[in-house]
């Protein structure tokens, strides 16, 4: 939701009748500073897609999880309403005024030696006309070591915006890799997460060997055969 809970009139009013306490887990009310692109020890990985809703939380999740099994210290950061709710814990960056977006996520992922990797969510695309601005915020505030590119098979144009074409995969690794740079000069990709379910799991698979073979690294659908791999070149860096 973009409005705050308590803006509703209807809601406020039950709230108070009820002794009922509203949580905008969307909005961020403490000081903020912009950011800075300052060097920050740790390394970070974040999400990122063609377009919204193409599974950069769920895969963030994924590899957070693929990674603490297999021994490494990772902990998931979010970045909006839902992975706030799942995490207990996050800075929703769509609702940050936009020159303290990098600001917000470089609050959100600060220096750290406590733990190995912050697995960033991600949002929006740098491609879609209504989100790009926060999604270039996000690339920079992360200052990605490592880069996790999502994307749904079968989609035809931006959601919701069916006059905007969906960028190539080739399209948005370089874009997302330019645009990283600004901050970390070293960022990778290092796997592409998949939506296959528009198509049969055999089609899901002989499609994953293909991308894993042209574009160098691994290729999976992190519900239909999990994220090892990628969590397995995350940990070689």
């Given at each position: 939701m973009h409005q705050r809970l308590g803006g509703i009139p209807e809601l406020a009013s039950l709230a108070a009748q009820n002794a009922i306490q509203l949580f905008d887990v969307r909005h961020y009310d403490a000081q903020l500073d912009v950011g800075t692109g300052k060097k920050r020890q740790g390394k970070r990985l974040l999400t990122v897609g063609t377009d919204c809703s193409v599974g950069k939380m769920f895969s963030a999740l994924a590899i957070e999880k693929a990674l603490v099994e297999q021994g490494s210290q990772a902990r998931f950061k979010a970045t909006g309403q839902t992975g706030i709710l799942i995490e207990g814990q996050g800075i929703s960056v769509d609702a940050v005024v936009a020159d303290f977006i990098s600001g917000a996520v470089e609050r959100l992922s600060p220096s750290f030696t406590g733990h190995e990797w912050d697995i960033i969510e991600g949002q929006g695309s740098l491609f879609n006309p209504s989100f790009a601005g926060v999604s270039l915020g996000?690339?920079?505030?992360?200052?990605?070591?490592?880069?996790?590119?999502?994307?749904?098979?079968?989609r035809e144009h931006i959601r919701h915006l069916p006059h905007a074409a969906l960028p190539s995969i080739e399209q948005?690794?370089?874009?997302?890799?330019?645009?990283?740079?600004?901050?970390?000069?070293?960022?990778?990709?290092?796997?592409?997460?998949?939506n296959t379910s528009n198509i049969s799991d055999k089609e899901a698979k002989a499609l994953c060997l293909k991308w894993s073979e042209e574009f160098a690294m691994?290729?999976?659908?992190?519900?239909?055969?999990?994220?090892?791999?990628?969590?397995?070149?995350?940990?070689?860096?």
């Open positions: 996000l690339l920079h505030g992360a200052q990605p070591d490592a880069l996790v590119l999502c994307h749904e098979v079968g948005t690794i370089e874009a997302n890799l330019m645009a990283a740079r600004v901050t970390n000069p070293w960022v990778q990709f290092v796997g592409i997460c998949l691994p290729v999976t659908d992190p519900v239909r055969f999990g994220v090892d791999a990628i969590a397995d070149r995350v940990r070689s860096l």
